[in-house]
């Protein structure tokens, strides 16, 4: 299976900044997710990230609040823009690859 | 009808012991049903995964059962171990687009 890393694992950040995570996986892979996963709760998926095509969003989620960037087929960021306290959660990049889909170890992030 | 539910949401099984987690869906459309472990402050992990042409599949202690009349499937397992200890999430999805559809978890204690 893909081995994913995320960066940073964690951040504490204020009201009003924006942060990029960054997602890098071992092997060239198509499709990559970025996943939302609020304190005790199950994970919700943000948008699909496909090499070479604009990212796909799902409900409630708008490319001005999680600008995604894909450049090539082992990398991706997500940014999480103008951050409220609302958006503190853990935040995981995945990979589909044959099996999976995998997932990275995730960025814990507190607004404060 | 894209819903997973997923039960119990806490589950306290002794030393030795069998642990079952149950999921019920709806979509008929599904096709990949994997169970992923989460450690805190860890992504998941894919733990084991079936597709509704068998009814079971075993690995290691971990089996899963799948009743695909019923539209319900299961995570047993044997001789569960304080390693164990862990949030597990049944999901689902159709093949065509990889995009899980997740339970809600369950919080699995092993007791020593």
């Known amino acids: 299976s893909a081995v994913i890393s995320q960066k940073p694992s964690r951040d504490i950040c204020q009201r009003g900044t924006s942060l990029t995570i960054q997602c890098q996986v071992d092997?060239?892979?198509?499709?990559m997710f970025w996943y939302r996963q609020q304190p005790g709760q199950s994970l919700t998926l943000i948008a699909t990230?496909?090499?070479?095509?604009?990212?796909?969003?799902e409900s409630g989620f708008v490319i001005d609040k999680f600008p995604i960037s894909r450049p090539n087929l082992t990398f991706s960021t997500l940014t999480v823009s103008n951050m409220s306290p609302e958006d503190s959660s853990i935040y995981l990049c995945s990979v589909k690859d044959g099996n999976g889909p995998f997932f990275g170890p995730g960025t814990r992030l507190t607004v404060l | 009808q894209q819903q997973v539910k997923q039960s119990p949401q806490s589950l306290i099984v002794q030393k030795g012991g069998i642990s079952i987690i149950n999921c019920a869906y709806e979509?008929?459309?599904?096709?990949?049903f994997p169970w992923y472990q989460q450690f805190p402050g860890k992504g998941p992990a894919l733990l084991i995964a079936i597709r509704p042409d068998v009814s079971e599949k075993k690995e290691g202690r971990f089996t899963i059962s799948f009743n695909k009349s019923a539209k319900q499937f299961s995570l047993h397992i044997m001789d569960s171990q304080p390693g164990d200890s862990a949030t597990y999430f049944c999901a689902a999805s159709m093949d065509s687009n990889y995009q899980l559809i997740w339970g809600a978890g369950t919080k699995l204690i092993i007791k020593p």
């Open positions: 979509n008929t459309a599904f096709d990949y």
């Open positions: 092997s060239q892979v198509t499709m």
């Open positions: 990230a496909n090499q070479g095509s604009e990212a796909t969003y």
